[in-house]
């Protein structure tokens, strides 16, 4: 089913996806992913949903229904539908526009910015005919030198020589990689407290979902370590004691129990702190100096 907002709750609405994707985003540019990539990514979920999600009874879902949801074109929804082949995500990965990347590969394979014997050679900041100006615009389009320089710099694919001129020092991009099995809870733990979220706005008493916190805005400094450790404490062992009762019903730890279905079920817990300084205050009232 999908419903009209009202101007008010489309205003929460948008500050609600802003909050969720700044920290989103930064993980993403860490990780070299650029604004274009991830929008392809944000088009195929959002077909993805369209068709699987919001089908109209026992209708067939299809791809004018899905433009219609999404507001993209009918020939684009066909071609998102389209899956993925291995060798097409392995041409095409998350990160694959981005700016640096591509005037590092410039640089590598470009015979004119080479020393004659396919090595990239140092270009100089002055030089706009055949310099390290001339490859930016050449492979970066529009963005200054001196930003695409900085990147560079920032993660240790380039340094500037004692006479000024540019050396590249990394035949690739690569940015700060997190851990894979880490990068892994992005796509776990957030989705499913975005499920639980989603599901207890479309159900209220019973049939709601356990989901609260504990927040203080006005916490001192001093008081923050001691109640870390405390969460992670007494967090560790809640998780402990559901970690032994599921895995008494879990037919794969316990292949004696027997059942129908088979359901993901599981309590997610996890510590937040962010300097609120300068954050109007949570509760009514005078702050305490």
């Not at 929008?39 to 109209?56: C, G, K, N, P, Q």
């Not at 060798?87 to 004659?116: H, K, T």
């Not at 990239?120 to 695409?148: H, I, K, Q, S, T």
Request: hydrophobic share 40%; aromatic share 6%.
């Amino acid at each position: 089913m999908v419903t009209k907002s009202s101007p008010s709750l489309q205003a929460t609405l948008r500050a609600a996806v802003h909050k969720v994707l700044r920290p989103l985003t930064r993980l993403l540019i860490r990780n070299g992913v650029d604004c274009a990539s991830f929008e392809e990514e944000v088009r195929r979920v959002y077909v993805e949903v369209a068709m699987s999600d919001f089908a109209l009874g026992s209708r067939k879902p299809s791809v004018s229904r899905a433009a219609t949801l999404t507001g993209l074109s009918r020939k684009e929804v066909s071609r998102l539908l389209t899956p993925l082949s291995d060798e097409a995500i392995e041409a095409s990965p998350l990160g694959a526009n981005n700016r640096a990347a591509a005037v590092v590969s410039g640089w590598v394979r470009d015979a004119e910015f080479q020393d004659g014997t396919t090595q990239p050679r140092p270009l100089a900041m002055e030089d706009n005919a055949a310099g390290f100006p001339a490859l930016v615009r050449r492979y970066g389009g529009d963005v200054p030198p001196r930003a695409v320089l900085d990147e560079l710099i920032r993660v240790g694919a380039a340094e500037v020589l004692a006479d000024g001129r540019t050396r590249l020092t990394a035949r690739s991009y690569l940015p700060a990689r997190d851990d894979a099995a880490k990068i892994d809870i992005l796509g776990t733990d957030v989705s499913h407290l975005l499920e639980t979220i989603y599901h207890n706005l479309e159900h209220t008493g019973p049939e709601a979902r356990y989901q609260r916190k504990v927040l203080y805005d006005d916490v001192p400094a001093e008081h923050v370590e001691a109640f870390k450790r405390l969460a992670a404490e007494r967090c560790q062992v809640l998780l402990e004691s559901f970690d032994h009762q599921l895995a008494e019903v879990d037919r794969s730890a316990n292949p004696k129990v027997s059942g129908t279905g088979r359901h993901t079920v599981g309590v997610g817990m996890f510590y937040f702190e962010a300097d609120s300084s300068d954050d109007p205050p949570l509760y009514p009232g005078e702050r305490q100096s």
